[in-house]
């Protein structure tokens, strides 16, 4: 009994990992939206048509984003000259919190504020973090759940051949 209740948590833990991936979104057009940004102004997703897009949704609490969120900003520092744009979207109810973290950590890229969670809803997103990789035609292309010291090299190939698409 024990054997089979370990063997049903290991399947719903490898299902909850790729519900999102698997939920349909990939291959669809992304979801537009509008959200207020970290330097005061709306910004549309809409907006970055033509642009390889990542959006990165994340919160203060998670460790896996704070972890993650400068090798990200080295992502777009390198790759924003030549269509490649990234939002960081927040979903902590407290924007203040968010902006000390940006700040502490000195984040380049725009990061929009979510705390109704609405956009966060519309992509389905059930885990932290979570990063979405639109093409220049505005269709998610890549959906990954978590970070893990090394997945910035899968972001970087998957970046590289949807720029050179």
């Not at 048509?49 to 998670?62: E, L, P, Q």
């Not at 992502?75 to 700040?103: C, E, K």
Request: charged residues 25%; proline residues 4%; glycine residues 8%.
């Amino acid at each position: 009994m024990k054997i089979r209740n370990v063997a049903i948590g290991l399947i719903f833990s490898v299902f909850a990992a790729s519900s999102l991936a698997s939920s349909g979104l990939s291959g669809q057009p992304a979801p537009d939206f509008a959200l207020k940004s970290s330097s005061g102004e709306n910004l549309r997703l809409s907006e970055y048509r033509g642009d390889v897009v990542m959006i990165n949704f994340w919160a203060t609490w998670c460790g896996p984003c704070r972890q993650e969120m400068p090798l990200l900003d080295e992502l777009y520092t390198r790759y924003q000259r030549v269509g490649f744009s990234l939002l960081g979207v927040n979903i902590d109810d407290d924007s203040r919190r968010a902006m000390d973290m940006i700040n502490e950590l000195g984040v380049s890229f725009p990061v929009l504020f979510d705390a109704s969670k609405e956009v966060s809803r519309l992509y389905k997103v059930d885990a932290m973090p979570v990063t979405v990789i639109v093409d220049r035609e505005g269709n998610v292309r890549h959906v990954h759940q978590g970070y893990k010291p090394g997945y910035e090299q899968k972001y970087l190939d998957e970046i590289r051949s949807l720029l050179r698409e």
